[in-house]
T-cell receptor, first 114, second 111 residues
Framework: NAGVTQTPKFRILKIGQSMTLQCTQD?????MYWYRQDPGMGLKLIYY???????DKGEVPNGYNVSRSTTEDFPLRLELAAPSQTSVYFC?????????????FGSGTQLSVL | DAKTTQPTSMDCAEGRAANLPCNHS???????VYWYRQIHSQGPQYIIH???NNETNEMASLIITEDRKSSTLILPHATLRDTAVYYC????????????FGKGTTLSVSS
């Protein structure tokens, strides 16, 4: 199994541009998450989803949008990129059927907004 | 607000046990303690979790105090590949509640 796959691995955006960070998982997990990590800092939760068609805001949702039309895919949309969105973005998934949380993470997308 | 307190950094000699402390004095009865680690530039990796009993798996042991206000992650024989940031997280046993990461402890293992 591939696990959690994120694309692209690197991207440079100009201020005001938009883009979508792709995330897909092949583990049939219901729960998916987007985190960002600024240099030297811990991970901050942006959005998460507990199943297809259901999304919820995390700690830092401003400037981002998400959708969850299928179990496998959870794309993250940046509409008007700003320098403050320069970060490494991690997607994760979990099967929380037992109520305990074991997250599987992707390898990350490094985004620079200039 | 952070629900856990961890030292910013720790050092350990290769082959020795690494004991990483975590304070979670406001933990609630239904909250689990989770440990993840992040090796440089990679996504975090699950290590272990527990509620009140000590737990052990192939990666580490988790010791939780009787009052559950603190815990210790033990890597019994640290190797250079264990150099990473270690995150201690508390989370209620409620499906759909996301994990919130703090800044963690940077463990440096040296030969």
């Amino acid at each position: 199994n591939a696990g959690v796959t994120q694309t692209p691995k690197f991207r440079i955006l100009k201020i005001g541009q938009s883009m979508t960070l792709q995330c897909t998982q092949d583990m049939n997990h219901n729960y998916m998450y987007w985190y960002r990590q600024d240099p030297g800092m811990g991970l901050k939760l942006i959005y998460y989803s507990v199943g297809a068609g259901i999304t919820d805001k995390g700690e830092v949702p401003n400037g981002y949008n998400v959708s969850r039309s299928t179990t496998e895919d959870f794309p993250l949309r940046l509409e008007l990129a700003a320098p403050s969105q320069t970060s490494v973005y991690f997607c994760a998934s979990s099967d929380s059927g037992t109520g305990t949380e074991k997250l599987f993470f992707g390898s990350g997308t490094q985004l620079s907004v200039l | 607000d952070a629900k856990t307190t961890q030292p910013t950094s720790m050092d350990c000699a290769e082959g020795r046990a690494a004991n990483l402390p975590c304070n979670h004095s406001t933990i609630s009865g239904n909250e689990y303690v989770y440990w993840y680690r992040q090796i440089h530039s990679q996504g975090p990796q699950y290590i272990i979790h527990g509620l009140k009993n000590n737990e052990t798996n192939e990666m580490a042991s988790l010791i939780i105090t009787e009052d559950r206000k603190s815990s210790t992650l033990i890597l019994p024989h640290a190797t250079l590949r264990d150099t990473a940031v270690y995150y201690c997280i508390v989370r209620p046993n409620q499906a759909g509640t996301a994990l919130i990461f703090g800044k963690g402890t940077t463990l440096s293992v040296s030969s």
